[in-house]
């Protein structure tokens, strides 16, 4: 089975960019996790999807940062206009829920904002 | 607020050693997850404990659950280098969220 497909693995941009990043869950999983992981935060999670709808976004920073998930097999976190300080390794995760599987997760993207 | 705190935060142990991770959470949770994550690579899955008083072993690792006294363990034996990683543990807390600990960096030394 395909695992969670995260594109692209690494983005090198000026600041005031566009920066958009893409996520695959794996097939038949409902649940959808995007986490930013820095040196000095740890693991945090941004943004959670149930059935392709946001369920809690508290994680996400700030009104630069936006997610959608338009359907079951697709996701995207935007950042606009993006800043050094948004330089992290970003993972996608995904599981099903109501189950007592763990949460996949992606290889991540790796993001320098110059 | 879910609050995880793991100790230590990194462990340095010679092969062939015995050694054990603690993981302490502020709230209720009905599951904990254990990941290990290796240098510059994703998060991969090791444990799932879903009850007070669950065990899990694979390997060299083992995992409990003391959901009374917000506790999971992850007992490393007979270390081998190959189990140098930073772990991680995840309590689940409202709906499916996971909060994540600040991690273990275990480095195995020959």
């Known amino acids: 089975d395909a695992g969670v497909i995260q594109s692209p693995r690494h983005e090198v941009t000026e600041m005031g960019q566009e920066v958009t990043l893409r996520c695959k869950p794996i097939?038949?999983?409902?649940?959808l996790f995007w986490y930013r992981q820095t040196m000095m935060r740890g693991l945090e999670l941004l943004i959670y999807f149930n059935n392709n709808v946001p369920i809690d976004d508290s994680g996400m920073p700030e009104d630069r940062f936006s997610a959608k998930m338009p359907n079951a097999s697709f996701s995207t976190l935007k950042i606009q206009p993006s800043e050094p300080r948004d330089s992290a390794v970003y993972f996608c995760?995904?599981?099903?829920?109501?189950?007592?599987?763990?949460?996949?997760f992606g290889d991540g993207t790796r993001l320098s904002i110059l | 607020e879910l609050k995880v705190e793991q100790n230590p935060l990194f462990l340095s142990m010679q092969e062939g050693k015995n050694y054990t991770i603690y993981c302490n959470y502020s709230t209720t949770s009905d599951r904990l997850y254990w990941y290990r994550q290796d240098p510059g690579k994703s998060l991969e899955s090791l444990f799932v404990?879903?009850?007070?008083?669950a065990v899990k072993q694979e390997g060299r690792l083992m995992a409990s659950l003391d959901t009374k006294a917000r506790l999971s363990t992850l007992h490393i034996t007979a270390a081998v280098h190959d189990l140098s990683a930073t772990y991680f543990c995840a309590p689940r807390g409202t709906a499916s969220k996971l909060t994540f600990g600040t991690g273990t960096r275990l480095q195995v030394t020959l």
């Open positions: 995760a995904s599981s099903r829920d109501r189950s007592n599987q763990p949460q996949h």
């Open positions: 404990l879903l009850s007070n008083g």
């Open positions: 097939s038949g999983h409902n649940s």
